[in-house]
């Protein structure tokens, strides 16, 4: 089994590093290149029209659902230790593959950010004249920050408590670090994640919810349903409002030091 796994990554690693793209219609990066960032551009490609957005949107409701009501199997200790290798890993390693895609446009012949440089050559530009691959640039580079700092909280977090799915710390301050997590990546997210929808609605207005979606309908995920637009940038509008929901807990009577503050000031 693991033999087979193993050799499934590294046929997929070599497919996705070709210079010619053998499965759909490749994405645009520069033909020339056939370099290692090719490899991050064509991932995010198979990405993204894969996105579960009909989970994504009940991710914080359920997070605070959870926080208030813990269970003998899902403690808030627990919960904290997962969002937060949820955020190290969605927001951390995801978004890392993102920031790579972004770096393949501009570590190339004729450098850009645009429907054939960059990320939008994973994710295609709705319009002709929106700005949608700067601002999704911008979102790639203000989310990755976020999950670092999630995956920096892992391993101080390991040191700190010997484990790496452990939280140790006093019972008083779980909470009031789950609020400050959750609302540090909601917030980051639904701000970035909405910012390309806003600068499409100022070219196109209301035609950036036709079809399929702009993350899932505009390559191969032709399988969607029509108007999963609106739920992609309902999934950012909620995030948002949620994050600054679980801000206003925290900020609600909590202790800065608990969620390690002061430590990266």
């Known amino acids: 089994m693991r033999?087979?796994?193993?050799?499934?990554?590294?046929i997929c690693i070599a497919i996705c590093a070709a210079d010619e793209w053998p499965l759909v219609p490749p994405p645009g990066f520069d033909e020339k290149g056939g370099?290692?960032?090719?490899?991050?551009t064509n991932a995010a490609y198979i990405a993204f029209p894969i996105l579960p957005w009909e989970i994504f949107i009940l991710l914080p409701l359920l997070y605070a659902y959870f926080i208030e009501k813990p269970g003998e199997k899902l403690t808030n200790n627990r919960l904290l230790v997962g969002f937060t290798y949820w955020g190290g890993i969605y927001g951390g390693v995801v978004h890392t593959v993102a920031v790579l895609a972004v770096f393949s446009g501009l570590l190339t012949v004729n450098p850009g950010v645009n429907e054939q440089r960059g990320i939008c050559t994973a994710l295609p530009k709705?319009?002709?004249?929106?700005p949608w691959c700067i601002l999704m640039t911008i979102h790639a580079l203000t989310a990755w920050p976020m999950g670092l700092?999630?995956?920096?909280k892992i391993y101080k977090e390991k040191k700190k408590y010997g484990s790496w799915f452990t939280w140790a710390g006093e019972k008083g301050e779980v909470k009031s670090s789950l609020y400050f997590r959750g609302g540090f990546?909601?917030?980051?997210?639904?701000?970035?994640?909405?910012?390309?929808?806003?600068?499409?609605?100022?070219t196109i207005g209301g035609e950036i919810f036709n079809g399929k979606g702009?993350?899932?309908g505009t390559t191969w995920g032709t399988f969607w349903y029509d108007g999963r637009g609106y739920l992609e940038y309902l999934n950012y509008v909620v995030w948002f409002l949620m994050g600054l929901y679980f801000f206003a807990k925290f900020a609600?009577?909590?202790?800065?030091?608990?969620?390690g503050i002061t430590s990266i000031a």
């Open 3 to 10: 033999t087979a796994f193993f050799l499934v990554v590294a």
């Open 35 to 40: 370099y290692f960032l090719s490899f991050f």
């Open 126 to 130: 709705p319009s002709a004249d929106g």
């Open 185 to 202: 990546f909601f917030t980051n997210l639904g701000v970035s994640g909405m910012t390309p929808y806003y600068g499409e609605m100022a």
């Open 214 to 216: 702009a993350y899932s």
């Open 149 to 152: 700092w999630f995956l920096y």
């Open 252 to 259: 609600m009577g909590t202790k800065p030091a608990a969620v």
